[in-house]
């Protein structure tokens, strides 16, 4: 997922973290550990609060020799 900042998120990968990446330069940003397996696209939202968030629906199984379970993890952007 890309923002209009110029960042993109990623989680498609084995070690359960979600990245923020600056577009531009490729250069990594930010990481947080998932309690399961990023498997899907991360989203964004602006919340009540005005702030904007991102998120992502974090779920293990067997078949990835992950942690078993399902989360919906967010995370709220700097202003």
């Known amino acids: 997922m890309v923002t209009a900042s110029g960042l993109t998120f990623?989680?498609?990968?084995?070690d359960r973290q979600l990245r923020a990446f600056d577009t531009a330069t490729g250069q990594e940003l930010?990481?947080?550990t998932l309690p399961f397996g990023g498997h899907a696209s991360p989203m964004t939202y602006?919340?009540?609060d005005g702030r904007q968030y991102v998120?992502?629906?974090a779920g293990g199984n067997w078949g990835m020799r992950d942690a078993v379970g399902d989360a919906l993890v967010a995370f709220a952007l700097e202003r």
Not at 10 to 14: E, K, L, S
């Open 10 to 14: 990623i989680a498609g990968t084995a």
């Open 30 to 32: 930010w990481h947080a």
């Open 46 to 48: 602006i919340g009540k």
């Open 55 to 57: 998120a992502i629906a």
